[in-house]
Nanobody, 122 residues
Framework: VQLVESGGGSVQAGGSLRPSCVAS????????MGWFRQAPGKEREGVAV???????NYADSVKGRFTISKVNAEKTRYLQMSSLKPEDTAMYYC???????????????????WGQGTQVTV
């Protein structure tokens, strides 16, 4: 499967963005999928994940501000980002983890398929 992100950009602090991630095929319906980010000079970190059942999990730094979502039977995952802060500036990556079951960690080391990323600048 291939992943393509879009919807990043530049926004003032307090603003909103809604990046999206489109997969190349419908097998991702059963995957754990997530958003991760990497700022210059920093390690890649988890932002939000959503499992096959729609259960979500977030990094503490974005709880209450970001929402990951999907539309059932679609290949697209969204990340609604609100109340953006300068520290949210990073390259944002979509990733997929193929597995059976509902386990879906907000940890980049477990994900095996990655998109090219979309830049978010606040």
């Amino acid at each position: 499967v291939q992943l393509v992100e879009s919807g990043g950009g530049s926004v003032q602090a307090g603003g909103s963005l809604r990046p999206s991630c489109v997969a190349s095929d419908y097998t991702v319906i059963t995957y754990c999928m997530g958003w991760f980010r990497q700022a210059p000079g920093k390690e890649r970190e988890g932002v939000a994940v959503i499992n096959r059942r729609g259960t979500t999990n977030y990094a503490d730094s974005v709880k209450g501000r970001f929402t990951i979502s999907k539309v059932n039977a679609e290949k697209t995952r969204y990340l609604q980002m609100s109340s953006l802060k300068p520290e949210d500036t990073a390259m944002y990556y979509c990733a997929a983890l193929e597995l059976d079951g509902s386990w879906c960690p907000v940890l980049p080391q477990y994900f095996n398929t990655w998109g090219q990323g979309t830049q978010v600048t606040v």
